[in-house]
């Protein structure tokens, strides 16, 4: 009798085989949070843009388009592109790694995919 010990070929072939359906179902689970990591980054910003806006509004009175170095945005974010309106302004951002655009307004001029004053929302 020979004693042998080890796995056989197909043993390893099915452990193979199991792995890589386990990685089929799991990477594009992954690739959406990043995708939701981005989007959240880029509310996040948004949000912060809201505060320096006011900020600089209770400092003078009025809106502005450049704040300069007291608004930076996260590592990836692009942007923010600001404009001014009549009675407030309207922000949009992007990520280099995604093609998704948040937006946020104040006052009534809307800026797309924005649909709720002071509320950043995703192009989806």
């Given at each position: 009798m020979?004693?042998?010990?080890?796995?056989?070929?197909?043993?390893?072939?099915?452990?193979?085989?199991?792995?890589?359906?386990?990685?089929?179902?799991?990477?594009?689970?992954?690739?959406?949070?990043?995708?939701?990591?981005?989007?959240?980054?880029?509310?996040?910003d948004?949000?912060?843009?809201?505060?320096?806006?006011?900020?600089?509004?209770?400092?003078?009175?009025?809106?502005?388009t450049?704040?300069?170095?007291?608004?930076?945005?996260?590592?990836?974010?692009l942007?923010?592109?600001?404009?001014?309106?009549?009675?407030?302004?309207t922000?949009?951002?992007?990520?280099?790694?995604?093609?998704?655009?948040?937006a946020?307004?104040?006052?009534?001029?809307?800026?797309?995919?924005?649909?709720?004053?002071?509320?950043?929302?995703?192009?989806?």
């Open positions: 020979l004693n042998r010990k080890g796995f056989t070929l197909i043993e390893l072939l099915i452990v193979v085989v199991i792995i890589g359906i386990l990685a089929a179902i799991a990477i594009p689970k992954f690739a959406t949070t990043k995708e939701k990591a981005y989007l959240a980054a880029m509310k996040s948004l949000r912060n843009l809201a505060t320096a806006e006011e900020a600089y509004f209770s400092d003078n009175i009025a809106y502005t450049n704040l300069g170095v007291t608004y930076n945005t996260s590592t990836g974010v942007g923010p592109t600001i404009a001014t309106t009549a009675d407030g302004w922000g949009i951002v992007g990520h280099n790694l995604t093609t998704k655009t948040c946020i307004y104040i006052g009534s001029t809307a800026q797309a995919p924005a649909n709720k004053e002071g509320e950043p929302k995703c192009s989806t």
